[in-house]
């Protein structure tokens, strides 16, 4: 049913334009019909009795009128393809006909009076009236046969039963012309449903080409406003930490030392959050991200998001605060942390809000974790649009405070690739109530805050191999594992790592996925297999093309993506190093 569907409609609309067409043909028909009317009453008054001709010519009249009027009323009704199909079609249908009929009736009420040249003269006047239906309803191939049968085959028919020195040449003439006219309307039918196809086709092409064009149009402007949005809002926290640093080596103040080095790391963790917003977006494009569930107590969740967002909520003077909770919910850890911090900053930089709570309901058997403010809630006209990729609310463009558009859109397709659902709860009247809500799950271990102790502990000196072709990351990677007691080799491209890796065992390799010259964090990958070499390897990349993250993601290895913190880094180094050690 779903294929036939649009070859109905496509029908539909064809022969409505079919019946228009025929209409405005038979409207100008019309009056030449009108006109021959008029002087076939002035060649047959003469000669024939007043009540016969009066009756035809009534009859032929009371259809000329209607012919006129039909045409009239469907050019100042513009009816619709299927009222059109419905009614004025069959309407059409039934004029002809009574077309057929009157024309046809004056064979038989005038041609007996006529002289030979007259009926001569009627016959080229028969051929005209059947030429005109053709033309006029050549979509109705059963209406022309029964005017060329009605017409021209009372005509045959008359001079086969009337003897004269042309009757029976005539009536040959008659039955052929209108088995020739017949095939005229065959033919014309497949020409101008052909023709009316096509030019509703081009007419669909150039719309779709026309919404086609308006929507990358739309995605163009989005993207180019959704870059001027990163520029700045990258800008402003790098500024903050840029004049930070400054106050850090330009005083010996304790106090003005530490609360810069606060700030310096509060900008430094709103970039984080923005390119960690990109970054999903990226990833969520690329299809390269899997939700990994498990059962997770809500009470670690809400106690880890008050710990990392609880530093930016204290310098915003925003009151943030949780309600306990006993749920358990199937969730991805990483994924549910993304969407309620993208709720938690949206609400800090966006709502004005003075408070913030963090709180967890259940419905049946799925769980709703809402972030609700007090802040000026989200506008009527953004709703439709709120979790739409590259789309900013309408205070937020007001205020210049941007956004990049991308956090909700991310956050919507996140909570989706868990079985669950994301959404704005337009009860909540009091600033703005965005929710999680996933599926329940049996009991779980607490998964509790980050205590900042290291994973594990490994006695032996352990040995890395650090491969980036950027010298400043290089040096600052290698710099961070020296003090933390590894065994550090840094190298810039794959000839240096290989030497490396011939040199003895190494309990960790870490790889930037882009090196100088077109070489790839894979080619590491193959150096380490081809030397036989079970060591383990981490993955470091900024990229932002969605093949490389399709190709990053089918190695199958641990992927950290930049900005990445030192901690980040060395906790995944121990585990994995501990892993293998064992």
Do not use: C
């Not at 019309?30 to 003469?46: I, Q, W």
């Not at 309620?340 to 800090?348: G, S």
């Amino acid at each position: 049913m779903t294929t036939d569907a649009p070859d109905k409609a496509d029908h539909l609309r064809v022969r409505a334009a079919e019946s228009r067409i025929e209409f405005a043909v038979s409207g100008a028909f019309t009056f030449l019909l009108g006109g021959t009317l008029l002087y076939v009453y002035s060649l047959f008054e003469p000669i024939t009795p007043p009540m016969r001709l009066w009756a035809w010519s009534g009859l032929t009249g009371f259809v000329v009128l209607i012919m006129a009027l039909v045409p009239i009323a469907v050019f100042l009704r513009q009816p619709d393809d299927r009222e059109i199909d419905r009614i004025w079609s069959p309407v059409g249908k039934g004029v002809a006909i009574l077309y057929g009929l009157a024309v046809g009736a004056s064979v038989w009420m005038l041609l007996p009076y006529a002289s030979e040249p007259l009926r001569l003269l009627m016959v080229v006047f028969y051929a005209a009236a059947v030429g005109g239906q053709v033309i006029s309803t050549a979509e109705s191939l059963a209406t022309v046969v029964f005017g060329v049968i009605a017409i021209l085959g009372s005509a045959a028919l008359f001079f086969l039963l009337t003897p004269g020195p042309y009757s029976a040449p005539l009536a040959l003439f008659l039955i052929a012309f209108g088995g020739l006219m017949v095939g005229v309307a065959m033919t014309l039918k497949v020409a101008v449903r052909s023709a009316i196809t096509a030019r509703l086709r081009a007419e669909t092409a150039t719309r779709d080409l026309a919404v086609a064009l308006s929507t990358v149009t739309e995605a163009r402007d989005a993207k180019t406003q959704f870059i001027a949005a990163a520029s700045h809002d990258l800008r402003q926290p790098l500024q903050a930490a840029s004049l930070f640093l400054a106050q850090l080596s330009a005083t010996e103040d304790g106090e003005i030392q530490a609360r810069a080095q606060s700030g310096v790391r509060l900008a430094l963790e709103e970039t984080d959050a923005l390119l960690e917003r990109m970054q999903d977006h990226l990833r969520l494009d690329a299809g390269v991200v899997e939700a990994r569930i498990e059962a997770v107590a809500v009470a670690g969740v809400l106690a880890r998001l008050i710990q990392e967002t609880e530093a930016l909520a204290s310098s915003r003077q925003v009151q943030l605060s949780t309600v306990p909770s006993r749920l358990t919910v199937a969730i991805d850890l990483a994924m549910t942390g993304r969407v309620l911090r993208n709720f938690v900053h949206n609400a800090l930089r966006h709502a004005d809000a003075t408070r913030i709570l963090v709180l967890a309901r259940k419905r049946g058997n799925r769980v709703r974790i809402y972030v609700l403010d007090n802040g000026s809630g989200v506008s009527a006209e953004d709703r439709p649009v709120l979790f739409d990729s590259y789309v900013q609310g309408r205070r937020s463009r007001e205020s210049g405070r941007g956004g990049l558009g991308l956090g909700l859109a991310s956050a919507l397709r996140m909570g989706q690739l868990m079985g669950g659902e994301v959404g704005l709860d337009s009860r909540w009247k009091g600033g703005a109530a965005f929710y999680l809500e996933v599926p329940t799950a049996e009991s779980a271990p607490l998964v509790g805050p980050d205590t900042g102790s290291p994973s594990m502990i490994v006695p032996e000196r352990r040995s890395v191999l650090v491969v980036d072709d950027d010298e400043q990351a290089r040096l600052a990677l290698a710099g961070l594992f020296e003090l933390h007691g590894w065994e550090v080799s840094a190298v810039a491209d794959l000839a240096e790592a290989r030497t490396r890796m011939a040199a003895g065992r190494l309990d960790l390799v870490i790889t930037d996925w882009r090196l100088d010259r077109g070489e790839r964090g894979s080619d590491i990958v193959a150096a380490l297999k081809t030397l036989e070499l079970d060591s383990p390897l981490i993955l470091i990349t900024g990229e932002g093309d969605p093949a490389s993250h399709q190709a990053i993601a089918a190695t199958g290895l641990p992927t950290l993506y930049k900005p990445i913190s030192g901690k980040q880094i060395l906790d995944l180094a121990d585990r994995l190093s501990a892993r293998d050690a064992g």
